[in-house]
């Protein structure tokens, strides 16, 4: 949703602008080497930390605990309908009330 920002190499806006600098962008092998180092880390803390869809997906999650104890929506899917709704549908109800800011 942010092409033209990506097209012009700056990061997407919400990287940018993530208040816990927890959302990251580029390159997927730079992307998987950041993911694993960081699951790394978590382990000593927690684990059974792992990541989540790391190898067919273009976004990655670590998860400190069993993903089921984690909301059905946290986990990325190939298919757009597989859990009722899209990631496009989903992203567009997140940012609803932000949308008055944006046209102004």
Known sequence: M???RVHNGLKPACVQTCPTGTMNFGDRQEMLD???KRV???KAKFPN???L???DL???YLVAHDPK???E???ASRSKVERGISRKVALRKMMGPFASLLRA
């Open 58 to 60: 273009n976004v990655i």
């Open 53 to 55: 869809n790391s190898e």
């Open 40 to 42: 790394a880390e978590v």
């Open 34 to 36: 950041m993911a694993m």
């Open 2 to 4: 942010c092409n033209d």
């Open 69 to 71: 104890l984690y909301h």
């Open 49 to 51: 930390a792992l990541l």
């Open 73 to 75: 929506y946290a986990v």
